[in-house]
């Protein structure tokens, strides 16, 4: 299936476009990079327009949400070790349908507390962004279809 077939009238949320770094399109979801330093945080967002639940998507896209989000969280499991992935679809300020996948470690600076309004953002360098995205587009290369 062509990236244009499945993204025929998706366009990404304003904040998701502002606040991440596009890391590549899988079959369903289009996967983003949180800009912000303190954590390994990845976000799935599901390539149809104008669904904010799990529940609107056809029950295929359903199982490949799933199946996508798996596949990312065992990828971020075998890179960074994580103590404890935090897999979430929140949306309170964001509408669009997004799953985050964040990597926890007992000593990062909001343990044991959800990472949402604690800090200010910290943006990745270049090089840093360069080199999170590569190591994810490595890791998931039979699995993305463009970046």
């Known amino acids: 299936m062509s990236k244009n077939k499945i993204m025929s009238g998706f366009k990404l949320h304003p904040r998701l476009e502002q606040d991440c770094l596009t890391v590549g399109q899988m079959t369903l979801c289009t996967l983003m990079l949180m800009n912000d330093s303190q954590y390994p945080w990845y976000i799935l967002v599901p390539s ?63 343990w044991p507390a959800p990472v949402w309004g604690k800090l200010p953002a910290l943006p990745y360098s270049e090089p840093q962004a360069e080199a999170e995205i590569s190591r994810m587009r490595m890791a998931l290369q039979a699995y993305l279809i463009d970046y």
């Open 48 to 110: 149809r327009p104008d669904i904010n639940e799990i529940y609107q998507l056809a029950i295929t896209d359903q199982q490949a949400l799933l199946a996508e989000s798996s596949l990312l969280a065992e990828k971020l499991q075998l890179i960074y070790r994580p103590d404890k992935l935090n897999i979430a679809t929140i949306g309170n300020l964001v509408p669009q349908l997004h799953m985050h996948h964040i990597v926890r470690y007992q000593k990062d600076s909001t």
